[in-house]
């Protein structure tokens, strides 16, 4: 599932882009596709986070990913990019040449614990 919503365990969060990937029988995936036109994007800026501390452990996985020839290639692993104190972290991606991404998630909580957030999406040609 992707929603909007704020969390209020970490300071400075706002309304942003939820990805739960795990409610009750869900395959515990959730993503968004970004189509941002036909010139491609060089690069992008983002805000990422986890939305609690519990959410460090759910979270399986949490790409960016680009579509290459009709198929999803992984170029960032975000949970690398937040892999330290809860809190919000800026994330810088260069050297793209896409104008199709995807944001995917995986988690396994049955309780819709395993989230994490997507805020301040930035697009460079």
Known sequence: RVSAQKTTYVPGATNALIFS?????????????????????????????YWDDAAKKLVDKFELQVKVDGEWVTVLDLLDEIDGPLGIYQVVVEDLNATEFRFYSEGHASDNKARVILDNLKAYK
């Open 21 to 49: 990937g795990k409610i009750n029988d869900s395959d515990g995936k959730a993503w968004a596709v970004v189509t941002l036109g036909t010139e491609p994007i060089k690069k992008l800026e983002f805000d990422c986070y």
